[in-house]
């Protein structure tokens, strides 16, 4: 009776959905599914974690992330996506309407200039306190930055089409866009490339998420950037 309790009740805390990708690009693995697995099913801050992992597939993922929310139904959403070259987490600030794939997706599908979602707005705006996450990381010692740009790749399809529904479907939930190094192991070959611990990313993560769970107004502080 008590194991039964403690499992009901673990499922009706509130959630956040955690998002990550599966590898692409010829890479042999994709850091935010490895910090996906990693925090799927712990508890922070009271809220159960709840990870998925997504294809790198323009045509698949909406559908997918669609069925995530309206499953889960979660109080918080980060989505996580890589960024080879960034040196820090990134936590994105703008999703933008717009695809224009440099390569090809997994399934193979490369669109170019067209829309995320037709007649939908030109961009939206992350709902995350992200100045508060970004301060709270880079005091902890975690290497953390905001970014104005998501690409327009399949981690900004993600990121629109998750705020579209947030927007329009959900509009008591709160969600945005991460984006993590590549691991050690993946720089083998790429001298002078930055990259961050699995452990480390596991760590501003699982902060970022207890700091936007307790957060509800972000902090005043400039962010911008000169270019």
């Known amino acids: 009776m008590t194991t039964r309790r403690n499992s009901t009740a673990a499922r009706s805390a509130p959630c956040v959905l955690l998002t990550g990708f599966e590898a692409f690009d010829g890479a042999a693995v994709n850091p935010s599914q490895?910090?996906?697995?990693?925090?799927?099913?712990?508890?922070?801050?009271?809220?159960?974690?709840v990870g998925a992992t997504l294809p790198v597939a323009f045509a698949r993922t909406g559908p997918l992330l669609r069925d995530l929310l309206e499953r889960h139904r979660p109080e918080l959403v980060i989505a996580l996506g890589q960024a080879g070259g960034r040196a820090e987490l990134s936590f994105e600030r703008v999703a933008v309407n717009l695809l224009d794939a440099r390569i090809a997706d997994n399934d193979?599908?490369?669109?170019?200039?067209?829309?995320?979602?037709?007649?939908?707005?030109a961009a939206y705006f992350s709902t995350l306190p992200v100045k508060a996450i970004v301060a709270d990381l880079q005091m902890r010692g975690i290497p953390a930055a905001l970014s104005l740009s998501a690409g327009s790749y399949v981690?900004?399809?993600?990121?629109?089409?998750?705020?579209?529904?947030?927007?329009?479907?959900q509009p008591a939930a709160r969600g945005g866009f991460v984006h993590v190094p590549?691991?050690?192991?993946?720089?083998a070959g790429r001298p002078g490339q930055p990259s961050m611990a699995l452990e480390t990313m596991v760590e501003g993560v699982a902060a970022a998420i207890a700091c936007a769970a307790s957060t509800t107004e972000d902090l005043h502080i400039a962010g911008g950037s000169t270019h």
């Open 182 to 187: 590549w691991l050690p192991v993946q720089t």
């Open 34 to 49: 490895a910090i996906v697995e990693r925090l799927d099913g712990r508890r922070i801050g009271g809220r159960r974690i």
């Open 108 to 121: 193979g599908a490369q669109p170019v200039d067209r829309p995320v979602i037709a007649d939908a707005p």
């Open 155 to 169: 981690c900004n399809q993600v990121f629109f089409v998750l705020a579209h529904l947030l927007a329009t479907r």
